[in-house]
């Protein structure tokens, strides 16, 4: 019923920039969280940032990538991450994230790699 689609990833050097999208198809309600998560190998999936699809579009980072990452939307169906100054630390896939209705909601993800 729902489906989130992103892209945006790649191969790019440290210091680096590259802005993920994520585009949700189906029908929910703009009273609803979206927002990025990330995994590395043998890593457990961690936040990286969200954002309130309502009228406050209230945000909300992880520490350690406060000052370098924003979170951003287009539509009440489309966020996007803009992420500058990379690090092979952010190395991981990115996966986009919806909560609505009680529900949640995953994308495929996106691989996003940095080299030193």
């Known amino acids: 019923q729902v489906q989130l689609v992103e892209s945006g990833g790649g191969l790019v050097q440290a210091g680096g920039s590259l802005r993920l999208s994520c585009v949700a198809s189906?029908?929910?309600?703009?009273?609803?969280?979206m927002g990025w998560y990330r995994q590395a190998p043998g890593k457990q999936r961690e936040l990286v940032a969200t954002m309130s699809m309502g009228r406050g579009a209230e945000t909300r980072y992880a520490d350690a990538e406060k000052g370098r990452f924003t979170i951003s939307r287009e539509s009440a169906n489309t966020v996007y991450l803009q992420m500058n100054s990379l690090k092979p630390d952010d190395t991981a896939v990115y996966y986009c994230?919806?909560?609505?209705?009680?529900?949640?909601?995953w994308g495929q993800g996106t691989q996003v790699t940095v080299s030193a």
């Open positions: 189906g029908t929910f309600s703009v009273l609803n969280v």
């Open positions: 994230n919806l909560r609505t209705g009680g529900v949640v909601y």
